[in-house]
């Protein structure tokens, strides 16, 4: 069975571009939740989708955005980007109980 | 945010067992507790998780007190591959009101 998938694994930008991260859960699982670690520090939360609908965003401004496909996979899509944007965006999917990681997009705003 | 309290470090010898503490005072009757670790910026790997029992898997140990306000994480013969960061989190199991929290972690260094 397939884990969970993200692409690209790498990603380089200019200041003030758009990025568009993807992530494919795990076949069944029905909640995405998305992650930002910048280098050396923790994971801070960016958005939770589950069945489609936004569930919960982190303290994070509103050019982090997102959605949830019919099919589960989701978007991270983060507009205007800044220098500390740069970091490894990590997804991961779930059904109930266990939560499952891809290896993560690593992001690199210059 | 979250819900949990980890040392930020601790060493452990290579063959010895590495004993990681977490403590999560405010854990509601339907959260569950998880442990993941991060091996050097590469996806979060699952470990083990438990409602109230101790658990045990191939890879760790799971000891929840009987208050369930802490547990630990145990690694019973650590090895260099073992060197990593250790998030414990706590998250109910109920689909749609499962939302995940990871605080800072406690980095373990295993040492030959």
């Known amino acids: 069975e397939a884990g969970v998938t993200q692409s690209p694994t790498h990603l380089i930008k200019t200041r003030g571009q758009q990025a568009t991260l993807r992530c494919s859960p795990i076949?069944?699982?029905?909640?995405v939740y998305w992650y930002q670690q910048a280098l050396g520090l923790g994971l801070q939360f960016l958005l939770w989708?589950?069945?489609?609908?936004?569930?919960n965003r982190g303290n994070f401004p509103p050019r982090f955005s997102g959605r949830q496909f019919p099919n589960y996979s989701s978007e991270l899509n983060v507009n205007a980007l800044e220098l500390e944007d740069s970091a490894l965006y990590l997804c991961?999917?779930?059904?109930?109980?266990?939560?499952?990681f891809g290896q993560g997009t690593r992001l690199t705003v210059v | 945010d979250a819900k949990t309290t980890q040392p930020p470090s601790m060493d452990c010898a290579e063959g010895r067992a590495a004993n990681l503490p977490c403590n999560h005072s405010?854990?509601?009757?339907?959260?569950?507790v998880y442990w993941y670790r991060q091996i050097h910026s590469q996806g979060p790997q699952y470990i083990i998780h438990?409602?109230?029992n101790n658990e045990t898997n191939e890879m760790a140990s799971l000891i929840i007190t009987e208050d369930r306000k802490s547990s630990t994480l145990i690694l019973p013969h650590a090895t260099l591959r073992d060197t990593a960061v250790y998030y414990c989190?706590?998250?109910?199991?109920?689909?749609?009101?499962?939302?995940?929290?990871f605080g800072a972690g406690t980095r373990l260094t295993v040492k030959p």
């Open positions: 989190i706590v998250r109910v199991a109920e689909r749609g009101n499962n939302d995940m929290r």
């Open positions: 991961a999917s779930s059904l109930v109980a266990g939560a499952f």
């Open positions: 076949s069944g699982h029905t909640s």
């Open positions: 438990g409602l109230k």
């Open positions: 989708y589950d069945e489609g609908e936004e569930r």
């Open positions: 405010t854990i509601s009757g339907n959260e569950y």
